[in-house]
């Protein structure tokens, strides 16, 4: 197993565009999470899903933020109509439902918002 | 609301020093604590887990302590290294709800001079 990954490393777009991020868990995991960094913080949760089903939603993910799991494999995060306060390091975790659902990290996908 | 602390934000130590790196968290009633390593523009990769019913966890160099009831947790890194030079991050998961999302500290950032 390959670990966490994520798709892009990095993306470049202009206010206003939409962007999408992939996240491919670990694969016999059933729980996967987002979450937001900016520079010099701790990560911040947004989302999870424990397999196709989202169980839990931060008040950070406004109206323009979606997420989905379609089949309970890999997850998409998509952003309408970005910001320049959207820019930031997006990662993505998965964890089995026990014992200590201890959460492995992707690589991240670097946003910025030009 | 659940807030977790780290002090000091960032340290400097020649190699070879043992160092501790703390964490403080508002509520007691966690699940667990988990120990996490960033490198800059990486994702994050686990070091260690606590179950709220642990006192200690080892792995190498590494020693974690949990002590729920003051809210504190230490990291301790034996026999610094260059390698360790990193940004350390403390997260707790509470009970109740649905057990979903880390909280996170700011971290520390390790800066170990060979």
Same mark, same amino acid.
């Given at each position: 197993?390959?670990?966490?990954?994520?798709?892009?490393?990095?993306?470049?777009?202009?206010?206003?565009?939409?962007?999408?991020?992939?996240?491919?868990?670990?694969?016999?995991?059933?729980?996967?999470?987002?979450?937001?960094?900016?520079?010099?913080?701790?990560?911040?949760?947004?989302?999870?899903?424990?397999?196709? @089903?989202?169980?839990?939603?931060?008040?950070?993910?406004?109206?323009?933020?979606? @997420?989905?799991?379609?089949?309970?494999?890999?997850?998409?995060?998509?952003?309408?109509?970005?910001?320049?306060?959207?820019? @930031?390091?997006?990662?993505?975790?998965?964890?089995?439902?026990?014992?200590?659902?201890?959460?492995?990290?992707?690589?991240?996908?670097?946003?910025?918002?030009? | 609301?659940?807030?977790?602390?780290?002090?000091?934000?960032?340290?400097?130590?020649?190699?070879?020093?043992?160092?501790?790196?703390?964490?403080?968290?508002?509520?007691?009633?966690?699940?667990?604590?988990?120990?996490?390593?960033?490198?800059?523009?990486?994702?994050?990769?686990?070091?260690?887990?606590?179950?709220?019913?642990?006192?200690?966890?080892?792995?190498?160099?590494?020693?974690?302590?949990?002590?729920?009831?003051?809210?504190?947790?230490?990291?301790?890194?034996?026999?610094?290294?260059?390698?360790?030079?990193?940004?350390?991050?403390?997260?707790?998961?509470?009970?109740?709800?649905?057990?979903?999302?880390?909280?996170?500290?700011?971290?520390?950032?390790?800066?170990?001079?060979?």
């Amino acid at each position: 197993d390959t670990g966490v990954s994520q798709d892009p490393r990095h993306k470049i777009t202009k206010r206003g565009q939409n962007v999408t991020f992939r996240c491919d868990p670990i694969s016999e995991h059933n729980r996967l999470y987002w979450y937001r960094q900016t520079l010099g913080q701790g990560p911040e949760f947004l989302t999870y899903f424990q397999n196709e @089903a989202q169980l839990e939603k931060s008040r950070l993910l406004s109206d323009r933020f979606s @997420a989905e799991r379609p089949k309970g494999s890999f997850s998409t995060l998509e952003i309408q109509r970005t910001e320049q306060g959207d820019s @930031a390091m997006y990662l993505c975790a998965s964890s089995s439902t026990g014992p200590g659902y201890e959460q492995y990290f992707g690589p991240g996908t670097r946003l910025t918002v030009t | 609301k659940q807030e977790v602390t780290q002090i000091p934000a960032a340290l400097s130590v020649p190699e070879g020093e043992n160092l501790v790196l703390n964490c403080s968290f508002t509520d007691s009633a966690i699940y667990n604590l988990q120990w996490f390593r960033q490198d800059p523009g990486k994702g994050l990769t686990s070091l260690l887990l606590i179950q709220s019913s642990q006192r200690e966890q080892t792995s190498g160099r590494l020693n974690a302590s949990l002590d729920k009831s003051s809210g504190r947790s230490t990291l301790y890194i034996a026999a610094s290294q260059p390698g360790d030079s990193a940004t350390y991050l403390c997260a707790v998961r509470n009970y109740g709800g649905s057990q979903g999302n880390l909280i996170f500290g700011k971290g520390t950032k390790l800066s170990v001079k060979p």
